[in-house]
C-alpha cells in the first residue's frame, strides 16, 4: 500500500510564498498522474494541479500563473510551489495518486495566509 507524506505547509503572509512536497513510499516512475487537492474549511475539495509522467501539468483557473506543479521520479516527489499567496488560498493540502485500483491520499498539510 502506498504512503503519500506532504510537508511544507505553514502560516505565510499574503503575497509570500511556500513550497509543498509530497514522497512517495514506492516508486512514482510509473505513476500516469500526481497532484495536489485542497480543501478550506466549509467547502468541498478542489483540484489545484497535476502534472502526468510526460510532464504535462493541469491548473485550476484560480491559481494559474501562480502555482508551479513538478516531479522528480528519481525522489519519488512531486512539488506545489505556491506564489502571490493569497488568503483565499488557506486550505488543507493533499496529494493524491489515481491508480488503476484505487485513488492515495496523503494525510494532508495546513496552509494559512494571513497577515
Known amino acids: 500500500q502506498v504512503q503519500l507524506v506532504e510537508s511544507g505547509g505553514g502560516l505565510v503572509q499574503p503575497g509570500g510564498s511556500l513550497r509543498l512536497s509530497c514522497v512517495a513510499s514506492e516508486t512514482i516512475f510509473n505513476y500516469n498522474a500526481m497532484g495536489w487537492y485542497r480543501q478550506a474549511p466549509g467547502k468541498q475539495r478542489e483540484l489545484v494541479a497535476v502534472v502526468t509522467n510526460r510532464g504535462s501539468t493541469n491548473y485550476a483557473d484560480s491559481v494559474k500563473g501562480r502555482f508551479t506543479i513538478s516531479r522528480d521520479n528519481a525522489k519519488n516527489t512531486v512539488y506545489l510551489q505556491m506564489n502571490s499567496l493569497k488568503p483565499e488560498d488557506t486550505a488543507v493540502y493533499f496529494c493524491?495518486?489515481?491508480?488503476?485500483?484505487?485513488?492515495?491520499w496523503g494525510q494532508g498539510t495546513q496552509v494559512t495566509v494571513s497577515s
Open positions: 493524491y495518486a489515481p491508480r488503476v485500483t484505487r485513488t492515495y
